[in-house]
């Protein structure tokens, strides 16, 4: 039996765990969302950089 252990996290937009992906080995660190749709539905928050 094979037992493998992908790390996981939680959706900021979705609340819905997600686990790691081959597509994310170079930047799993900042993936926040389980996918693009909810990438795209993050709030925008206004940075000001004056
Ligand atoms: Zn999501």
């Not at 799993?28 to 909810?38: H, R």
């Amino acid at each position: 039996m094979k037992k493998e252990f992908l790390p996981s996290k939680i959706c900021k937009t979705c609340n819905l765990k997600f686990v790691w992906r081959k597509k994310w080995r170079n930047n799993w660190k900042t993936v926040l969302y389980c996918s693009k749709k909810c990438s795209n539905k993050k709030n925008p928050r206004p940075i000001k950089s004056d």
